[in-house]
């Protein structure tokens, strides 16, 4: 298929058709990266560290949280609020 590039402000743009889009999974987010000359959208990755604020609060309220290497702390490591 070929579309016309078209002026968005100081950028640029494609029109790409709804089943295209739906095809690829593609919904409210794309991540773009450019490899090898061509432009590829995808689904967004998850963020790697999706889940840890979480994961860290259960640790906390289970007591689980102690440092494993205690002397390995920071100085001011118990000023700090969590």
Do not use: C, H, Y
């Not at 709804?18 to 959208?41: N, S």
């Not at 967004?44 to 840890?52: C, L």
Request: net charge positive; proline share 5%.
């Amino acid at each position: 298929m070929i579309t016309t590039i078209r002026r968005l402000g100081n950028s640029r743009g494609i029109i790409i058709p709804k089943l295209m889009l739906k095809e690829a999974g593609l919904d409210e987010e794309a991540e773009i990266a450019l490899e090898r000359g061509a432009i590829v959208l995808r689904k967004p990755r998850v963020n790697p560290r999706q889940g840890w604020a979480e994961a860290s609060r259960k640790l906390a309220e289970a007591g689980d949280d102690k440092l494993v290497w205690p002397e390995f702390g920071n100085r001011n490591d118990g000023d700090l609020q969590w």
